[in-house]
């Protein structure tokens, strides 16, 4: 069974940064197309960043442009999401997720039904 697992998460000032991971286990992803969604209390979970690692097509919500960056490392199986200039807007859980159907991905990567593997969350919180 696949998992993925995020780490990464925590406490940081605004305008500091935060490096998220993801780790997949059970298979190797060459070939998927991962995402970064989030989800602040009361809200419903949205897109943050994906990449289809495949040609390299990266894509970012327009509220993270510019400041957060997504990248993976394929021998350790690990998305990261580096995220800099944090504001407390960005306070939510993070969680990443994975998919194989990569060929309907650039139409459907910013939808939470885009995707098939979703890990558990991890927390980050900005203070202001």
Excluded: H
Excluded at 46 to 75: H, P, Q
Excluded at 98 to 106: E, F, K, L, M, V
């Amino acid at each position: 069974q696949v998992q993925l697992v995020e780490s990464g998460g925590g406490l940081v000032q605004a305008g500091g940064s935060l490096r998220l991971s993801c780790a997949a286990s059970g298979r190797t992803f060459s070939s998927a197309a991962m995402g970064w969604f989030r989800q602040a209390p009361g809200k419903d979970r949205e897109f943050v960043a994906a990449g289809r690692w495949s040609d390299g097509t990266l894509r970012y919500a327009d509220s993270v442009k510019g400041r957060f960056i997504i990248s993976r490392d394929n021998a350790k199986s690990t998305v990261y999401l580096q995220m800099n200039s944090l504001k407390p807007e960005d306070t939510a859980v993070y969680y990443c997720a994975a998919t194989d159907r990569t060929g309907s991905w650039i139409f459907q990567y910013a939808r939470e039904t885009g995707y098939d593997i979703w890990g558990q969350g991890t927390q980050v919180t900005v203070s202001s």
